[in-house]
């Protein structure tokens, strides 16, 4: 499939039980080295591993994402949410995080995108357009940057 044909492709409904889906779509990825099958075969998605603000702990979350040459970045949408998902709030609170991407696991630093770089991200996400409008609040990028070891 070509990348404007994949552009086009409608995303997929949000599930009743969110969390019981991001419970089943990690366990399938981290089974299938990185493999999904089903609506998000063809998906561009990463698990994102953060620690909890309140809790201390870890907690992963099903992310799409693009690269952006030797970043990933995603955005903080929560489905059109009115308010940020948790794990962009986690991000806030400790930057530090992991990215399962395919098989492998890298070690990230979490930053918001800075408003200068806003346009450009935009063009790096091809559905941001179509999930800021489901919100009034600025749904901000988020850019992971790879760490050393």
């Not at 990825?29 to 999904?36: D, E, H, Q, T, V």
């Not at 099958?37 to 693009?66: C, I, N």
């Not at 962009?88 to 630093?109: C, D, F, S, W």
Request: no cysteine; glycine share 8%; net charge positive.
């Amino acid at each position: 499939m070509s990348t404007d044909q994949s552009r086009q492709r409608p995303l997929p409904q949000v599930p009743p039980d969110l969390n019981a889906f991001n419970r089943k779509v990690v366990e399938e990825f981290r089974a299938n080295g990185g493999r999904l099958s089903g609506r998000l075969a063809d998906a561009k998605v990463l698990l994102l591993t953060t620690t909890g603000a309140k809790s201390g702990e870890p907690r992963t979350v099903v992310v799409g994402y693009r690269n952006d040459e030797d970043r990933y970045v995603a955005i903080a949408s929560g489905n059109g949410a009115p308010t940020h998902p948790a794990w962009y709030l986690n991000l806030l609170a400790n930057p530090t995080a992991t990215v399962e991407v395919g098989a492998n696991k890298i070690q990230v630093r979490a930053r918001a995108g800075r408003k200068e770089e806003r346009a450009r991200l935009a063009t790096v996400i091809p559905y941001y357009e179509t999930e800021q409008k489901k919100t009034s609040r600025e749904i901000p990028f988020v850019v992971f940057e790879p760490t050393a070891g």
